[in-house]
């Protein structure tokens, strides 16, 4: 059976260029980058050059990237160590209700040790008030923390203006940027962000690395404690195949990649959105290249994906991280769904890698498992 794959906001196939890559660092090149050897020497050198190369991609310097286990971990890093390290200072941040619960969970967490935080509102295309932000701003806030695209609704916030109104206040800002790096310019300096995470295994990299952008002469304070590694800010041997294999991808991304991305994902939303009962959640224009989140009226998301599935297609009802669990998408709640709304939604997310095949394929089944299931649901309600 033919598979389409339309899941890559929750995980993307490894590009065989990244293998490539990688596989010597898994094979023969395998010293510890502590090491003071030749094989110490050349881990190092491997792991300086990825730096470098994930630095240039955002207009950083090399010393302000530390490389984290996954997103998550850099979430957490980012938020709890400037936390921990400005606490004297102030106890407030600011968030937003759709962030991911890597966000969110370690803000809950915060709140939990006195920590006072603001999670902002969003309207129906899941987009903050700059007006809101400014007024939620208050003399103990130290940190605001905005996400850069959102992993369901793929709305896309005005981050530089984000990062002006922190840099002028003195607040610091962090944003998750899981989604967006590659897919949308990213300068850090251009856009005032002080702290940015971003994750390998979104663009066609391995899964459990991720990094965070500390900007230079911003102090956090570590939350794990060991060796000196990745400046004393995140210990542990440093996963060598994993960092050559996150720079690797990030290379292999262009901007060809970036626009048939586009015009696929409009081609396969103009051809859904024309079926009866079928609407966008989110943003047209303020949205990410690879993102469709539709509500199909009346059918329950859980059987869609199963109808989905049996046809090798997968997609994903909220996030896929929370997808084990039968909770509504605070991020669906958000932009004012109702639950039975929220939980008849899909999102597809492509890849540089489908096709137009693949969405041919897609929009075909989608069409007939609608009618079956609408027509299902008819004679069920005249019985
Ligand atoms: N932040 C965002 C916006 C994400 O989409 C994800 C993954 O879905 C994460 C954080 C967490 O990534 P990971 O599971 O790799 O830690």
Known sequence: MRQIYLDNASTTMLDLEVVKAMLPYLTNKYGNASSSHD???????????????????????????????SATEADNLAIKGIAYANKVKGKHIITSEIEHPAVIEACKALEQEGFSITYLNVNREGLIS?????????????????????????????????????RAKGIYFHTDASQSFTKLP????????????ISAHKIHGPKGIGALYLRENVNIKPIQHGGSHE????????????????????????QKDIERMTRLRDYFLSALIKMPKVKLNGSHKQRLCNNINVLFQGIGSEIMLNHLNSQGIYASAGSACTAQEITTSHVLKAI?????EANSSIRFSISKFTSREDIEYALNAIKEIVYSLRKISAIINKV
């Open 39 to 69: 094989l110490g020497r050349e881990a190092r050198e491997a792991i300086e050059n990825a730096r470098k190369i994930i630095a240039d991609k955002i207009n950083a310097k090399p010393n302000e990237i530390i490389f984290t286990g």
């Open 231 to 254: 400046f004393g800010l995140r210990p542990g041997t440093e996963n060598l195949a994993n960092i050559v294999g996150f720079a690797k991808a990030a290379t292999l991304v262009i």
């Open 336 to 340: 004012v769904l109702t639950d039975e």
């Open 186 to 197: 990213i300068d850090v300096k251009a856009m005032n962000i002080d702290l940015m995470t």
């Open 130 to 166: 700059i007006e809101d932000l400014k007024k939620a701003i208050r003399k103990d806030t130290i940190l605001v923390s905005i996400m850069h695209a959102n992993n369901e609704i793929g709305t896309i916030q005005n981050i530089s203006e984000i990062g002006e109104i922190c």
